[in-house]
């Protein structure tokens, strides 16, 4: 069966950080492309960083945000820092290769 497990969100103060992680089973992790993606309230879910061809990230994010998976423990991690009100959604877990699997989400808030 697989799963894609998200946890490390919570509520976080602008200029916070957060490190998200990812545990994944029941397929095999190492083969596949590791992204995370978010969703914030009215908005479509959008790509926030892969770990395709040495890391792509959204613009938004560039430079503030770190992907990073170790496949010896099935976890992709997403190191948040500098965090803005902007950053709040929930952010999902995503890997893909010829079909694509999804965790259940996990919110992230950034407010004072």
């Known amino acids: 069966q697989v799963q894609l497990v998200e946890s490390g969100g919570g509520l976080v103060q602008p200029g916070g950080s957060l490190r998200l992680s990812c545990a994944a089973s029941?397929?095999?992790?190492?083969?596949?492309?590791m992204s995370w993606y978010r969703q914030a309230p009215g908005k479509e879910r959008e790509l926030v960083a892969t770990t395709t061809s040495g890391g792509g990230y959204a613009d938004s994010v560039k430079g503030r945000f770190t992907i990073s998976r170790d496949n010896a423990k099935n976890t992709v991690y997403l190191q948040m820092d500098n965090l803005k009100p902007e950053d709040t959604a929930v952010y999902y877990c995503?890997?893909?290769?010829?079909?694509?699997?999804w965790g259940q989400g996990t919110q992230v808030t950034v407010s004072s």
């Open positions: 029941g397929f095999s992790f190492s083969s596949y492309t």
């Open positions: 995503n890997a893909r290769r010829f079909i694509q699997y």
